[in-house]
């Protein structure tokens, strides 16, 4: 199994959560969900012989999900934030300031969005129960969402019990599972987007972890996906 295969992860919340926390749980967890797909993205493309000259950063136009490629003529539609070629500190800094930044990859007379929002890659809620206590079902990339299930590496007693207890479609052991933080480290990456990939994963991860103990994840699965 590797980062392109998708995954539900379910799990129990505290009992008499208001609305708002739940509101504000998913949110959150779709903006570090998106840092998560980008860096991998972003990584893999450059592994695989992308140049990491032709990325740009900028803010979305008024359409909702982006077009497959936008021509160069529209793309002043854009307010383009930071060019790669021109200065990675700030290109790296406006990914990880910016809760949704819309990253693109010259290729050709076109700009190529790294990730848009209702792809194979994008995060589905499939269920909120908010009878007490609340029920969620996210299902998105393995990658992303096994970044999600383990934010804190002191959920490895939960991970060992996940594996010797699961069957059927339930994924048997989740490091077969390429972590999307892992692919900053893949071979072809260079050293300084390395750096700059894995502080802004770091963060996310951080604030994942907080957002995974405040709502009181329990009871947690992650399910492959048919």
């Known amino acids: 199994m590797n980062q392109s295969s998708r995954l539900k992860i379910s799990f129990q919340g505290k009992e008499d959560l208001p609305s708002w926390a739940i509101t504000h749980y998913l949110q959150q ?3 570090n969900y998106l840092k998560f797909v980008l860096i991998e993205r972003i990584c893999t493309l450059i592994a695989n012989g992308l140049n990491p000259s032709s990325l740009v950063v900028a803010t979305s136009s008024a359409d909702i999900f982006p077009k497959k490629s ?4 529209d793309f002043k539609k854009f307010e383009m934030l930071a060019e790669k070629d021109e200065s990675a500190k700030k290109f790296w800094h406006v990914i990880a300031r910016h809760h949704r930044p819309m990253v693109f990859y010259k290729e050709g007379n076109s700009y190529v969005p790294v ?3 209702n792809d194979d890659s994008s995060l589905v809620i499939r269920n909120v129960g908010v009878n007490s206590p609340v029920n969620l079902s996210l299902e998105g990339a393995g990658g992303a969402i096994t970044d999600i299930y383990y934010a804190s590496e002191r959920e490895q007693r939960q991970r060992t019990q ?3 207890e699961q069957i059927g479609q339930v994924a048997r052991n989740v490091n077969d599972i390429v972590r999307a933080s892992a692919t900053a480290n893949q071979p072809g990456v260079p050293e300084g987007v390395r750096a700059y990939a894995q502080a802004i994963l770091e963060q996310a991860m951080k604030r994942q972890e907080k957002l995974n103990e405040e709502i009181g994840m329990s009871n947690a699965r992650v ?3 048919a």
Not at 70 to 73: G, I, L, M, T
């Open 162 to 164: 996940w594996e010797n």
């Open 70 to 73: 936008v021509q160069h003529s």
């Open 223 to 225: 399910d492959t996906q």
């Open 29 to 31: 967890t779709e903006i």
């Open 115 to 117: 990730y848009i929002p």
